[in-house]
T-cell receptor, first 115, second 118 residues
């Protein structure tokens, strides 16, 4: 069974710092990897999706990389802002087959950016 | 609609009662997913609907849980004889898979239903 681990579990930094959030997964046979943001009491917002054939994706101050063979992904947040405070979730979609469409989630990194 | 909607947003029920949770996916999305997020736990896959195919029910934790998707759109998750361990946030997501790995496979999530079983 695919297991997803995120490190660190929590992170508190001053505004302006560049951050790296880590995600690892046990089965490299993935279809894609997605990073989500979850604000308290709300649903998930998709930030970036990296296809299995890609190495990275960028959106604004966010950059996500994928090393499928080693089972790792990182989310890089540049010039962090208080509005970035949220829980960041990493999820992998298993290779299409019996687990079609299913996302396996990590437990998230709770980020606090203080002014 | 503009996004995935779920109702109710909060549900408090007594142990042993049945509950129904509703999900309205994004219009045109063929795939619909239910997940559960328990306190201190990660998101857990429950069930997946894709078009007219038989749903993938392998994530349902017990036979007290069932789900339907009528007309390829709205879905209802039913929990019978609720237990305290069923307390969680139930999240619904939809997508429009392309059959290949693409950005269109992004799953869009609703705000969730917070279920509390007393």
């Amino acid at each position: 069974k695919q297991e997803v681990t995120q490190i660190p579990a929590a992170l508190s930094v001053p505004e302006g710092e560049n951050l790296v959030l880590n995600c690892s997964f046990t089965d490299s046979a993935i279809y894609n990897l997605q990073w989500f943001r979850q604000d308290p009491g709300k649903g998930l917002t998709s930030l970036l999706l990296i296809q299995s054939s890609q190495r990275e994706q960028t959106s604004g101050r966010l950059n996500a990389s994928l090393d499928k063979s080693s089972g790792r992904s990182t989310l890089y947040i540049a010039a962090s802002q208080p509005g970035d405070s949220a829980t960041y979730l990493c999820a992998v979609e298993a290779d299409r087959g019996s687990t079609l469409g299913r996302l396996y989630f990590g437990r998230g990194t709770q980020l606090t950016v203080w002014p | 609609g503009a996004g995935v909607s779920q109702s109710p947003s909060n549900k408090v029920t007594e142990k042993g009662k049945d509950v129904e949770l509703r999900c309205d996916p994004i219009s045109g999305h063929t795939a619909l997913y239910w997940y559960r997020q328990s306190l201190g736990q990660g998101l857990e896959f429950l069930i997946y609907f894709q078009g007219n195919s038989a749903p993938d029910k392998s994530g349902l934790p017990s036979d007290r849980f069932s789900a339907e998707r009528t007309g390829g759109s709205v879905s209802t998750l039913t929990i019978q004889r609720t237990q305290q361990e069923d307390s969680a946030v139930y999240l619904c997501a939809s997508s429009n898979p392309t059959g290949g790995a693409s950005i269109a496979d992004t799953q869009y999530f609703g705000p969730g239903t917070r279920l509390t079983v007393l």
